[in-house]
């Protein structure tokens, strides 16, 4: 499957199916399309025949020779590998991560926030300890075949309950050894209770630390108040800046959310540039389709602006010798589409899960809360054995709408979350975010290609 596009004055050639990308000029990319489906003689022919053609019958012919070379080696005009696998086995995807969700509390409202504006309606707001070792001691039990192996704090805000999450690392690496497993520690936070003490603490035991800021002042305030009604901009980003300067090369990134209130949002990533960030996240909300934040169908355009202003910045940095990252265009074209992932996906529901204060499993921390998609708990272990397997089923192959779209092997069917928001089963598809996902990878190819050394 072939899929072109022109980004920054450069003509972009895709071969979804191998995964390789070519940049040419115009008459390049006409000639990768015609080659296609007509014969060399025809290609020569219509190519000369056109109106802009201003290359010679030798350099098309040369050119044309070099597809046949790119054909004969898969690499171009490759065939789909999609109808020849099948779906994947349960059996064979064994748990490799835990979101443990340690505080259903926090001390922001945020008004977008997927938890009834961070109160989750929890009566137990907390985890306690017990808990916290009972979700390792299933982790490892479930994660046969495994060595490494993922545990992210996440809410409400972990940092209310910063003691217990202590206590679980060091629980957790006192058992390394003996199982042969090893762990690898992501924490969120909303900055609000960050001290010194807590940095270093993070700096020296997480090996990824998401912090959430959501950009300009009054973009973040709007959004992100503290109960009193106030804005938290000013008291998170001081901290975070001394976090992100203590925390040097480790990783890192800045998580921020866009919605209608701030489709410009190309500005709030050119803020936390400013303000010495320098590995950014801009996630679009996904809420209910009738919230006055919800991405609309006519938003998209302008949508797409910002993603392209967002790459040719990024391309204008990394000439200049201070390039930043961009979790969405992180992309790998290596080796073509991963087989694995394409099945997998982000292994919701199977390979990995959400577990409550109260220790109660879920597909992940979007699923929290609906008794639909209650897995079992850490203390007996999975007992709807049949969502398990629907979810372990549930990969590219589920989603009929995907099989002739040319990003089906970057996204591998999209967020079951977000499927299931939009229509209602994880195994659908959310419109809006497909749209908004297919430019983004047009972007990052468009960086990947125009920044290669």
Known sequence: MLHQFELFDSYFSLDANSGNLYMTDKSGAQAIKLYENNSKEECIRLLLDSNDCQTSKDDIEQFLHQLQEL????????PDILPYIKKPNKKDKPLKALCLNVAHSCNLCCNYCFAAAGSFTDEQPLMPLSVGKAAIDFLIESSKGRYNLDVDFFGGEPLLNIDVVKAIVEYARSLEKTHKKHFRFTFTTNGVLLNDDIIEYLNNNMDNVVLSLDGRKEVHDYFRKTPNGKGSYDIVVPKFQKFAKIRGDKEYYIRATFTRHNLDFFSDILHMLSLGFNELSMEPVVTSPDSPEAIRETDLPQIFKQYELLAKEMIERHKNGKPFGFYHYNISLDNGPCLYKLLSGCGTGCEYMAVTPRGELYPCHRF?????????????????????????????????????????????????????????????????????FKKRIECALAVKALCAD
């Open 71 to 78: 054909k004969d080696e898969g690499k171009l005009y490759s």
């Open 368 to 436: 929290v809360g609906d008794e639909r998609f209650l897995l079992g708990n850490v203390f007996e272990g999975i007992t709807n054995t049949v969502m398990v397997k629907e979810f372990a089923e549930n990969c590219l192959l589920s989603h009929k709408e995907c099989k002739q779209c040319w990003a089906k092997y970057f996204c591998a069917g999209g967020c079951a979350a977000n499927n299931f928001e939009a229509s209602g089963c994880i195994s659908g598809i959310y419109t809006i975010g497909c749209e908004m």
